[in-house]
């Protein structure tokens, strides 16, 4: 009746063993030696590594934006997710201005009715802070979501003031629940777009000019100094540049509750890609843009010495034939965002582990510990530990891997990472003991996946 | 027909020496040895150090703000001025809303009327951005008016959004003006006040807590970014911790154009003078508002190393029997503002000088030298040098003061500095050749001050 | 035959669950549920936490200095470990000048001979670098040692010149260990003593006013810059003020391969308590010397961040009655040595856990599992995992313990923190399966403690 | 009798006015307008700028090193410091071991002895801290020499350890002078650079790469430490690196009485410059060595900034026939130096000034007032003020010119700035009112520059 993961190299984020899991009633019952008993599901993980599945909590499936919705929905985008080794993502709910929290949620739960396939949450990003909607944000960790999302750019859509911000932080704060914010400040971007299509820049890399990193290091720095205020907890998303990371790092050394991510493609690419002709570049646009080689320099140091503590994938895919492409004589009309929820764990740990940056506990701790213990999972999610969902990963480390929209599972028709191998390659996947995906086939059925209350945090 | 002053040292911002001055028409003629020729009014220095009259570039004179006027209008405020050393200083006017640049400086040049003794400019600060002011900006410089300001703080009142920040910045820079900057975050700090009210903290020492030094350091770095993005020059006025002075020293390691102040009152007082028994700690209500003492220190070698440029003096009294006193029961109803427009030289001197903080070239540089050439009157005031205005103080560097509000010359009841002892006294002022006051006498009539149309900058 | 631990709750550096424990051979064999057999011995840790025993990687038994021994040998100061949860200890073993590192090894074997009841190691301290120990540098490995010691200070004794410690960084690097620094630029503070005591300043704090808090920060920079240089390993120990950190910060954030620790007492007390009447001063006398209030609060929030990533204790005890009474009329000749190495994890946890700077599992990584992986005890010491050595300590959470000499096992006659009570007491403690103290009772004997061959490390 | 400089524009550290200067008894008598009487010798500046002549602190004429001597003596190289603008010098007497530093300062003389245009005076670099010469330092002031230098660089030729640095800045303090340090650690390269050579790297650029910057900003930060500790007054000489001008900002920042200079050519050539074909790289190679595009940019906002004070040109100079050509097989043996006593006033004033980095009075205080004052020489030379001495250069700024080492005047036989062309001139310079040099002729006789007797400082 039990299933046994026998032979693996178990890792967490902090340790390295041989060691046996069995899994009882979806959990973890144990981890050592011998467990295999007769009348047991045995999965040999000879000469394999036993993960915790990913968790990615920065998503947007399904979002409505910039005119479209991302491409990718519950089915497609959780497909994508698990093949890449991540069995748990936390999605960003859009309130709609004028709507109760309660209702963006509703909307967002049916977007994964009968499509999931993994484990998922969600972040309420709010948008339109009215009276009720602040009285609303306690309510919230009852319905099972303990964060909430602003946005300190996009002027006139996703926008909130200082006010705005000031008082979710200090209303999350007293509620038990992190606030995440998007810092760049809008105000000044919004200005410097409409002035570069004025002088008739409308070119994609003019989307990284008009977002300059000082910007996004304002406003990351204004959020923190809130933060700092109020004793908030604060978790800034996609820092992409040295001097935003600055920020978090004072902050932190003043201890105060304030973390930082990443996302993957900030690694690995830099403003010159949005430079790639024929407008492909346009397929690197995203917010904040990316930057420059020393940033990605200052990015890696973070995640190996701490200052960061979670790498994400702002999954956010809009297609290159159609959706991108709207923008093709205006930037500001290209949809903002870019895909990643399949590579983000195959590209950090092939570069990042293989490349020498950390080792591969604190692979787990980045894409799998840390995001769970930060945003209520803890005990359930990220990491292989009795008592925690049997959400297990096997990884050939041997196995080479090369990135192409063609194999790739998103509903996406490209790849920022195309034609790029790695080494090190999710296996199999399981979500509370039941296998999901085996050697790049699914297991599983649509609807699988579950909704996850998370536990409040701060 | 000249007048020379005979037998002195005269200081610049750079060099100390003996040396005669002559004057003629008003202005420097000569500095030279053995200049006094027959028929000369002979002014005789011996003993006294010959320093350029001081330029205040903050102040508040008659100005409407917490439903009052300041108390000292440019009769009083003047008076105390040259009393003090300062023969020039730089005046806010301030557009009301709906009202054009114009208008608000009629208003402004109307106040000034018959009452100046001392020579005097203005800035213009931006309250409401109407797609009209924002094209009046560039009128600004032929009406003699090369600086701009915004508040950060304020909310409703005085405080402006990010874009009008921006825009502001954009517009001086292209007019060849300098924007100046109250950085300090008023969506925020308008919660935190309301909340402490709400909580009964309504004595003076909540006015400090409700506006942590964060709050300063936030908006000083949002201030900064912009500028540094626009390569717009920037002062940022009243500077007050180190936080904040650090955000200002990064952008100057930068390259970029941006200059600080700090205030005589955030040399000499903390946070603690708030919290003074009887309702007095209101005497020391300002914004941004007192700190810590580490925070004077870095003020402190923030004048001597140069990071900071300008020390003035924000004066912009309100008198603590009647006007501090409506916020009795409520601190948010103290006007915020210190007196300091007399103290500010004779302090920076006594503490500053005497206390082995800087030389004497330096005290000149930072009263006079720097805010002249900072704000378009570089060749006209804040030197001793050829073709320049003889304004002109004569300092007995052996002769002691004690402030007092009794004699000291402002319309207000107090003064922070009462009962403080300094050595080192003006004890006769010239302003373009003529005398003002003599050993404490006022010497002129009002109306003898004249408007400075200064020159662009940047 | 197996021994488990039921009922408890399981902690390590990242996760906290309800689990049983098997132990066979010594070694962790399973963490699950239900894991307790028919004959198996049961250890029942109803209400208790099971954390892995302490690692303390900085100490110093039986160890010549000052022209005395530390007072505690393997004896006492094993038992004092033990009764504070700590059952791994890294000591420092000297070399001798003149004397090969392979003599110095002996000689330390020795010292441990008979009396270990935890299990050690050794860092080797280097003090002569002839070209023969040079070589012998790369031999230590296959002796068990992977990690050696440069002291910056302590001028003509165990002070290394600039030439040796880049040598030895280098030899180090290649041979696979790690060099450890007390950072204090012993060159400038051997003057500074000079002077004092020339000047009649002989008490106490003239220990900590002759070390000031830039020659640690300088020194700190000057190894961080060699091993950025080399690419070679670095830890920084008892760091104790905030610009030394920083240093570690900064390297760091380039991506250098350093590490830092500071140890118990920089966060319980200040160079204030060098003033203490009756020459009790000298009972906190130690290199670094205490700081500030500001440091002490810089090091929690590092320990907090991750930038310190070890908690040790530097025990380094030496007898007020006897030894320290030598100083009594000069300061220069107090013994440096403050002990520690029983109150660490019981203080660390009352006040780290307890105060609300971090949460257990960061206790868990602060005392054992950083310092066993960093130095090379990795997969065998430091965790509760499958194939580790069963050192196993049970903490009851609800326990009060107080501390005074009395009842302390160190062979020291005082304690630093006499009467200062915390919640939060070891219960029993397991050493490789084998119950070694229960409820304050020793239940192994002298001799059972065993020598750790540690593995490469960087 | 008195000579009159007419119709010019003068120009100090903080002022630029119409002017005329009259001299007499070759000291400013009067700066003025219409100062020209019958029977002044009249020099008519109409056209151009009147500027202190330059002051130059580091200089090594006729300096042994590297086996040979640097090839300009006084009389070449105050050819060319006159040529260039220059009309003070301070240049670097070393004190050979076991030699008294009165020997030395005899020795440096006899090399000024009638060969002198300019005038000049020493630093003393104790090279040889015997008890004796210890005593000794308090000596020099009365000798005129109120700064010494310390090498914390060239290991077992100029450098000093730590004690003698420590006990340096103590005594100099104490004497009323300023320490000045060539900050690279001496240790850590001498071992870099036997690595290189062993390994074969011999050419140019491994001078680079066995000096990297974090060794700069090592020893500067250790020399800064000192000087923080013991309050003693402190100047570190060619600043290269970004990370080492931060150490003195950051002493600055607390206070502290550090300042920093660069050199001309750390402005103007990187790292690269050393990897010029044919060994043409030699001739760039100097210690500190050449850095990166980054670390110019931040020099240039540090002499913007005044966080750099001054701008020199450790002038040292050897031929690229001969002398250079020694280290052909081994860049060890290529003599450290770089020419520029010529070139530094004019590009400077290219780029600086006509490339927007700063003001023409920035330009004036860096090459000629700031140097002036921080080495005892303020009220005498640096500036355009009554009673300083008539050092007056004038500049027409419309003027170009192509450096080329065909018409520079130095003894040496390549210059670093090739083909450069600048715009703005030394057209006519003035030494204590006598005509030293006219449109490139000199007009005096070797022999009239004179020794200058410095002033305490600090």
Redesign the interface.
């Known amino acids: 009746m039990s299933t046994v993961i026998i032979n693996g190299t178990?890792v967490?984020?902090?340790?390295?063993?041989?060691?046996d899991v069995?899994i009882?009633g979806g959990k973890i019952?144990?981890?050592?030696?011998?467990?295999a008993g007769s009348g047991d599901t045995i999965i040999d993980a000879v000469g394999k590594y036993v993960l915790p599945g990913g968790v990615d909590v920065h998503t947007h499936l399904s979002m409505p934006s910039f005119g479209t919705f991302t491409c990718d929905d519950y089915a497609s985008g959780h497909l994508a997710a698990v093949m890449g080794g991540t069995t748990t993502h936390i999605d960003f709910c859009i309130q709609p201005k004028g709507s109760s929290l309660a209702d963006a949620l509703k909307t967002w739960h049916a977007k994964a009715e009968g499509k999931a396939l993994i484990d998922y949450g969600f972040h309420v990003a709010i948008t339109d802070l009215t009276p009720e909607v602040l009285q609303e944000i306690a309510t919230l960790p009852e319905q099972g979501v303990t964060s909430i999302k602003l946005f300190m750019a996009y002027k006139d859509t996703l926008q909130v003031?200082?006010?705005t911000?000031?008082?979710c932080l200090?209303q999350a704060r007293d509620a038990g629940m992190i606030t995440m914010v998007h810092a760049e400040?809008g105000?000044?971007i919004?200005?410097?777009m409409q002035e570069a299509v004025e002088r008739g820049q409308t070119t994609p890399i003019y989307h990284a000019l008009t977002r300059?990193p000082?910007?996004e290091?304002?406003a990351t720095?204004?959020a923190v100094?809130?933060a700092?205020?109020l004793d908030a907890p604060l978790y800034v998303v996609h820092i992409t540049c040295k001097e935003a990371l600055d920020r978090v790092?004072d902050a932190?050394?003043?201890?105060a509750r304030v973390w930082g991510e990443t996302c993957t493609h900030y690694l690995f690419f830099t403003k010159s890609d949005l430079e790639r002709g024929e407008f492909e570049g346009a397929k690197w646009v995203c917010s904040p843009p990316l930057r420059e080689l020393e940033d990605q320099?200052?990015l890696?140091?973070?995640l190996?010495?701490?200052?960061l503590s979670v790498l994400s994938t702002d999954h956010c895919p809009f297609t290159f034939a159609t959706q991108k492409m709207v923008g093709r004589d205006n930037f500001t009309l290209i949809p903002n965002g870019v895909p990643g929820i399949e590579e983000r764990m195959m590209m950090l740990h092939g570069a990042g582990v293989g490349g020498g940056?950390f080792d591969l506990e604190r692979f787990v701790?980045l894409t799998a510990?840390a995001p769970a213990?930060l945003f209520g999972l803890?005990?359930v999610k990220g990491?292989i530990?009795?008592?925690?969902d049997a959400d297990i990963v096997l990884w050939d480390m041997t196995q080479e891997h090369t990135f192409t929209a063609d194999t790739n599972h998103s509903a996406i028709d490209y790849t920022l990472y195309e034609g790029m191998k790695v080494t090190g390659v999710p296996v199999l996947a399981l979500i509370r003991g039941e296998v999901v995906t085996e050697h790049g086939q699914l297991k599983a059925q649509h609807g699988s996946g579950q909704f996850l209350a998370r536990a409040r945090v701060g």
């Open positions: 178990v967490t984020a902090t340790e390295t063993f041989r060691a069995r009882d019952s144990a981890v050592g030696l011998n467990l003031d200082d006010t911000l000031f008082r200090e400040n105000d000044a919004e200005i410097l300059p000082q910007l290091a304002e720095g204004r100094a809130m700092e205020v790092k932190r050394a003043k201890g320099a200052a890696w140091a973070g190996a010495d701490q200052s940056h701790s510990t213990r803890g005990g990491s530990a009795v008592g925690y």
